[in-house]
């Protein structure tokens, strides 16, 4: 992780740890650094934030700070509090897992499925000749991709009422 090394300006080692903890899950699911590390940071932080304060500390851009927090307020991840006598946001991490999961599916998992759908349908085509599949080794394995997709697509609703909103 890419945060300076800790003095008395700057975040503690455990803070950082945490952090680096939830840039590894966003990478993990094709995220962005800069969400893991604003997630990271709300999430241990003890008060509500301002942006300006989460550039600095992290040291990431205005523009990546900016997009990072419009996507995690998207996914329900990050709430504006209202601080009385400042105008700015400040920003806190959702901490109950029904909702940052319920955001992740609807903002993530669903989208991706549904263009799954429609790029196996043109490998299909693209593959399909006379009405046919003649390649023995491609049609298994066009079938097999849309036999995921279908248990993809029947797991969801569990997913969701386990973890969904």
């Known amino acids: ?8 300006d700057q975040l503690p080692e455990w803070r950082i740890a945490m952090i680096d903890l939830f840039v590894s899950g966003a990478l993990l699911v094709g995220l962005p650094k800069s969400v893991g ?13 301002p942006m300006d304060q989460i550039i600095a500390e992290l040291g990431i ?14 996914l ?16 806190i991490a ?12 609807r903002e993530k998992l669903s989208p991706a499925l549904e263009d799954g759908v429609d790029r196996i349908a043109h490998i299909r085509t693209l593959l399909t000749y006379d009405g046919l599949i003649k390649e023995p080794r491609h049609r298994d394995q066009v079938v ?9 697509k029947l797991a969801l609703p569990i997913i969701q009422k386990l973890f969904g909103e």
């Open 1 to 8: 992780m890419s945060l300076p090394a800790q003095d008395s």
């Open 37 to 49: 590390q604003i997630y990271g940071y709300l999430y241990s932080a003890q008060d509500p934030t």
């Open 61 to 74: 851009s205005k523009g990546s700070a900016s997009q990072g927090l419009k996507f995690l307020r998207q």
């Open 76 to 91: 329900g991840a990050v709430k504006v509090q209202f601080i009385l006598g400042d105008r700015r946001d400040h920003f």
């Open 94 to 105: 959702e901490v109950k897992s029904k909702k940052l999961m319920g955001g992740f599916i």
């Open 144 to 152: 097999k991709l849309e036999t995921w997709q279908k248990k993809m």
